[in-house]
């Protein structure tokens, strides 16, 4: 598959030629490999998991070098995703203006780039924080680029639904780096993000359901349509709330996280159930209001895993 990517990607790109890309324009390149907007979101799932592991705050300094190597090795996994699809990124709108596909980066670049700070993470987090962790992010990454990317994103329309347990390690990896083990707490915050992924990623494809279509992958809107996406999307919603509650016992948290978890978790119901009501209405185009549940599923993951961090102050 990956042989297939690289020769079948289009030669069309926007032109940077390697005497024509400004060395700032390079470094804002590289970055964009490692999709800074989805990481700030894997580390808010992240940090905030240190503090309830901690039971207060943890060092600051472990916490820096947990931000660090998560960056990075998220960051790798994403600069390896793009070295794979660039193919189907040039096909589609939101993704053509991607470093590789302008060719601002090379292919090789990329590459490169995403194996050295694969390797990188994997040594901070081995060396400063502790191999559990270290461990549990090489494997979301090598998951996310193996499992998702190379086997399940072009072959399925359920590759959000197990590609998306990449997505949920950073909760593991911010328990672990406090208490170099594992807890059910943990694991049912995991649960939560896990839950959270396919309504989050399937009403954004929702939108942008041509994009797909065109470069030939199988999201659930494409291969099913937005009735069957909204039912879905509810009925992830509901065990993700009620998985969201079952972390209140586990945890040993106050007052605090079940009243916000209820109150969240009544807000999204509520929006999931409307979306899928206009979908079975009918409703297409921009009345199908599909991104104002995608929106409030962000607020949603970040106010839910704050409530997290601040519960143990209230004890």
Not at 34 to 55: C, D, G, H, N
Not at 104 to 110: C, F, G, K, Q, T
Not at 115 to 121: D, F, I, K, R, Y
Request: charged share 15%; hydrophobic share 55%.
């Amino acid at each position: 598959m990956l042989v297939t990517a690289v020769e079948t990607r289009p030669a069309g790109v926007t032109g940077a030629t390697p005497g024509h890309r400004p060395i700032g324009a390079r470094v804002g390149a590289f970055v964009a490999l490692t999709k800074p907007r989805i990481i700030e979101l894997l580390l808010m799932s992240t940090v905030p998991v240190m503090f309830l592991a901690q039971q207060g705050v943890p060092d600051m300094w472990l916490v820096a070098k947990v931000v660090i190597g998560g960056y990075l090795s998220a960051g790798g996994a994403n600069a390896l995703n793009m070295y794979i699809d660039r193919d189907i990124d040039a096909l589609m709108t939101r993704t053509e203006r991607r470093p590789i596909v302008t060719g601002m980066v090379s292919p090789r670049e990329a590459l490169v780039f995403g194996v050295v700070l694969a390797v990188v993470s994997t040594l901070i987090l081995g060396v400063g924080v502790n191999w559990l962790s270290s461990g549990l992010a090489l494997g979301a990454l090598l998951f996310y680029v193996f499992v998702y990317t190379l086997g399940l994103k072009r072959r399925t329309s359920q590759n959000i639904v197990w590609g998306g347990i990449a997505g949920c390690m950073p909760v593991l990896i911010g328990w672990s780096s406090v208490t170099n083990s594992m807890s059910w707490a943990a694991v049912a915050l995991f649960l939560v993000v896990f839950f959270w992924t396919p309504p989050h990623t399937w009403v954004l494809s929702m939108k942008v359901r041509d994009d797909y279509e065109r470069a030939g992958v199988p999201m659930l809107p494409v291969v099913k349509g937005n009735v069957a996406v909204g039912k879905q999307v509810v009925a992830y919603s509901w065990v993700m709330v009620a998985t969201s509650l079952a972390v209140w016992p586990l945890g040993h948290m106050s007052w605090l996280y079940p009243v916000v978890a209820v109150l969240l978790g009544g807000a999204w119901l509520r929006e999931a159930h409307a979306l899928y009501g206009r979908a079975k209405a009918g409703v297409v185009g921009a009345k199908l209001k599909e991104m104002r549940l995608f929106h409030w599923s962000i607020t949603y993951l970040s106010l839910l895993f704050v409530a997290c961090a601040i519960d143990p102050f209230l004890k």
